[in-house]
Each structure stands twice: as C-alpha cells, then as structure tokens.
C-alpha cells in the first residue's frame, strides 16, 4: 500500500546509530513542512536530544507570530523524532517515558 500522504523525517545524533524517527503528515503541505523543519533544525542542533521540553520551548517561541499548521506540524514531529531518540538511548519503548503500558491487547 502507497501512503501518499505520510512523510517521514529522520533525525540524527552525535553519538553513533542513535537516530530519531517522525511522521511529519500535513496533506499537500509536503514542501512548506519540510522547509519549516530546516527552519527549525538551528533550535536543534547542538542540543542535547533527551531535553525534549526545552527544544520544543525554544521551537515555539522563536517567531513573533503564532507557527500555525505548517510550523506546528513541524515541531511536533521534531518532537516525536526526539522521543524516538530518547527511548532508544534509555532502553526502554516510548510508551514508558509517556506513562506506560495502558493495555495488555487490543482487540481487532
């Protein structure tokens, strides 16, 4: 199945083979997303990935007008990208840094 509407950014670290996934989806806005992420990638770069909350402050408040769709679709997948990271450098799935497991299964 194509799915033509999902972008994907991938997000890197110094230390090796510690990376980041994101799924920046915002339908046919492919382009400004992607331009509004290397925007951002200066709020980013050089800090320390497992200090979500503070990027994501310095993400938001770097513009005198509000991000809008295209901004906020940016950071959060910037966030989800740093996350993603943060898991992986404690050992541990994302779902323990949000609160744990809800459910044993889910029904399909």
Not at 18 to 36: D, I, M, P, Q, S
Request: aromatic content about 8%.
């Amino acid at each position: 199945m194509n799915a033509v509407h999902r972008n994907r950014i991938f997000v890197l670290t110094e230390q090796p083979n510690l990376h980041g996934w994101g799924e920046a989806t915002l339908e046919w806005k492919t382009r400004a997303v992607c331009a509004c992420i290397e925007d951002l990638e200066r709020f980013v770069i050089g800090e320390d990935p497992v200090r979500i909350q503070h990027i994501v402050h310095r993400m938001n408040g770097f513009s005198f007008w509000p991000l809008g769709a295209i901004g906020l679709t940016a950071v959060s997948r910037i966030e989800q990208a740093l996350g993603d990271i943060k898991g992986k450098a404690l050992g541990v799935p994302v779902h323990q840094l949000l609160g744990g497991r809800v459910r044993d299964y889910v029904r399909i």
